[in-house]
């Protein structure tokens, strides 16, 4: 185990767990990294690919790896790689992004959290009908995921600070710092609508100003250089449960009724997501 006999681990070269990571330690390696056992409330990083045999546990476990990684479960935790990810039996609650795809057994099921993948998902059940809908979002940048959703909150708090002033300051709809704050709310929903996710774009379209804002379309995304979107998919061997978040690329649907053995695509237009039986 890593614990207080071990203390923290730092290595330039591979790193073998043959117990478990207790809570609190962590592990650094400049190579691979194989755990045995488990990764309780623990911190994980590599350079190279990250194998766990056991479960990883507890809401403050992170774990990044360069490379692919290939774990059995996570609860709670927070995960990240370079590659592709794969998941044996579950993850509850979990956050896991991935540089390419994401791959889990026909028989693994995900609770809730949020999967982020640049490449394709292949999930086996998602949800249930009283957990916390699941975000997959497929052919996507993490890291323009994150920023999407600050622009989203930045719009909902920008919004409440105009309707609070207005509130606190009545008759005051024309004056120059309500025009500011509507100026600054257009700007940002603006970059949201412009923000490109697919792997390998420019992280903005060139397409609109402030000025032309109403005639923006959120379908109005330049992809040139980027990933072939048109050949990423979401593939749900088993059940998927209504009110889960589906995206692939720049598009994005929420799933109206619970289907089984699907595959969401885009249409060949790229402006919609269908999904279609499994064969």
Known sequence: DIDYETGNIESLNCVTVNGSIQPGFQVNAGSDVKVSGSVMSAKVACEGNLVISGGITGSSSTLKAA???????????????????????????????????????????????????????????????NSKPSILAAGVTAERFALYSELKESIVQQQDAIIQWLQLYRGSSTSKKVKKMERDLAETKLQLMRLNMIPGTGIYSKAGTVDDIEKMDKEDYSDENGIAIDTIQIDVQGTIFAGAVIRIGNQTMTLEKTVSKRRFKLHPNKKRILAVPLK
């Not at 995960?79 to 609650?93: A, D, M, P, T, W």
């Not at 490449?119 to 086996?124: A, D, L, P």
């Open 67 to 129: 490379g692919d990684t290939d774990i059995n479960f996570i609860e709670q935790g927070k995960l990240e790689c370079g590659g592709i990810c794969v998941i044996r039996k579950q993850s509850y609650y979990s956050d896991i992004t991935a540089g390419s795809d994401i791959c889990c057994r026909n028989s693994s099921s995900i609770v809730g959290g949020r999967f982020i993948a640049g490449g394709s998902i292949t999930i086996g059940d998602a949800g249930s009908e």
